[in-house]
Structures are given as C-alpha cells and as structure tokens.
C-alpha cells in the first residue's frame, strides 16, 4: 500500500529518478500546504523508505504523510549539514503539522534572575521581550522539565525565605505564560544571584547547600518526600537541561548568551556534528 502510494505522489517520476545526494523534502497535500519536512544524506535511499513502510509504531507518522500528501519536492544540498540547516529553517517558518522537533521554539522557556535590595527575583518564561529587569539564563528545550524543576525550585525555597510574589506581581504586572516570584530573607548562600552558575551548567554546589540549608527547617522536614522530589527535579534540570547547553555553547564557541529561541536548534546541530 505504502509502495503504491509513494508511486502516485511521485506521478511520472520514480525512486530512480531521485538523487543520491544530501538534501531536504517537502510533502504537500491536496490544497498546497507543506506537511512535513525530512532531511537525508542520501535522498534516494531515505525515501524508498517510505516506499517500505510496514503497519506498525515505528512506521506509523510516515504512513500518515504517505496518506495526506499528494505531491512531493527535494533540493539537492551540499552536505548534511547544510540540509540539517536547510530543514530547521522550513520547520521554524512553515510549522509543518508532521514535525514537531523545531516546530514551536517559541515555546522554549528562559529563567530569569534579579536582586532588588532585599529582595530575591525568579522568573519563568518563554517571553524574553517582557522581562528586561531580570538576568535570563537559556534558553531550554523541555518547557515540562523546566517548569517542573522551576516550580519546585520556588515551593523549596518558600520553606527558607519569605515570598512577596502578591506584593511583586501587583506592582510588576506579568505577561501570560510568565511566573514571577519574589523572596526576602533567603539565607545568603541561596539569593538569586548565586543561582547563576547553575541555571549556567557551571556549578550545581549550590543544591548540596539548598539541601543542607533544608534540613535546618522542621517545616521542610516534616514533608520529607515532597522535598525530595523537588531537589530530584532540580537535578534532572541540571543533568538534561542546564549541562548540555553550557556544553554545546563551549563546544561550538556560541557567543550569544541567553540563546535566542530561534537559534538553539541549530546551536545543538553544530554541537552534535562538532562531536561526530
């Protein structure tokens, strides 16, 4: 079935007639719009898989295209890397609804941190442009891994600090999508600048020292499991989130810092064939 739909949308060409070269192609379905974009080092052999394409899990998003689409196009690149650059770009301009790696960077969220005085300031966001008083750090791939260690991050902190974050919101109002908090009294080993270093992927210290600071307090004690959790979230950050973006910006000499939304994909494209 896979077989001879591949032949339809191909019309009157055929595999043979696709080159073996790096590339990207495109799917269209019937009333012109781009479904899905795929990248290849060899074009030929990449799409005769889908000539191939079994009933099964592995195959099920490419029999899905192979249902929608009634046309197909391919540009001969290069290398594979210029068709991996080539494919980010028309995923992050025309959000084909078959991807969905790449297709919603805007989503990827930053954290922010400030100190006003007395006060520590956190913030969680995915709209850079809303938040000028605060030091952004990111930007991260996983808006769940993210907010989950952030809020955690904030619900441990409450047991060592006392929240302003009614008094702050009302003063600084917040964009949607946007979470800000306010502490005052942190101890001083734990105010939002020295949070810096591991929102960087430099140092995750400072959780060993949250973790200490928490056993002092007979309220973090008393919810013993709830706070390991959170300090196991806040890891789990570290190790997928903060890490490998510190290192693919050293790898890669990557001089902006936060990474614009639109530029970490290809940030950690560079890494990947960096290291290969």
């Known amino acids: 079935m896979a077989r001879n739909r591949l032949e339809s949308i191909l019309g009157s060409k055929s595999l043979v007639d696709i080159p073996q070269s790096s590339g990207v192609y495109r799917f269209f379905d019937s009333g012109g719009e781009l479904i899905y974009v795929g990248k ?24 899905g295209i192979l249902k929608e689409a009634v046309r197909l196009e391919w540009d001969v690149l290069p290398n594979h890397l210029a068709a991996c650059l080539k494919e980010i770009q028309w995923i992050q301009e025309r959000r084909p609804r078959w991807n969905i790696a790449g297709a919603f960077t805007f989503r990827y969220p930053f954290v922010g941190i400030g100190q006003e005085g007395k006060l520590s300031l956190f913030c969680f966001t995915a709209s850079a442009q809303t938040i ?36 702050w919101r009302k003063d600084h109002p917040t964009a949607k999508g946007t979470y800000q908090y306010a502490f005052r009294r942190l ?3 734990l105010l939002a600048p020295r949070w810096r270093d591991f929102l960087l992927g430099r140092d995750n210290q400072i959780l060993s020292d949250l973790s200490l600071r928490l056993l002092e ?11 390991e959790e959170g300090l196991k979230n806040l890891r789990r950050f570290w190790e997928r989130e903060a890490l490998p973006l510190r290192r693919a910006i050293e790898t890669t000499g990557f001089s902006e810092y936060p990474v614009s939304q639109a530029e970490r994909d290809l940030l950690f494209l560079r890494y990947r064939l960096e290291r290969k």
């Open 40 to 63: 290849a080092k060899d074009l030929r052999r990449r799409l005769s898989q889908y000539k191939n394409a079994k009933r099964c899990k592995k195959h099920k998003r490419m029999r």
């Open 217 to 227: 307090h007979s309220s973090a004690r008393a919810k013993a499991e709830e706070v």
């Open 132 to 167: 000028p008083s605060f030091e952004l750090c990111g930007v991260y791939r996983s808006r769940f891994l993210s907010s989950e260690a952030f809020f955690s991050w904030m619900k441990l902190l409450s047991f060592l600090g006392h929240s302003e974050r009614k008094r």
């Open 187 to 189: 101890p001083e080993g």
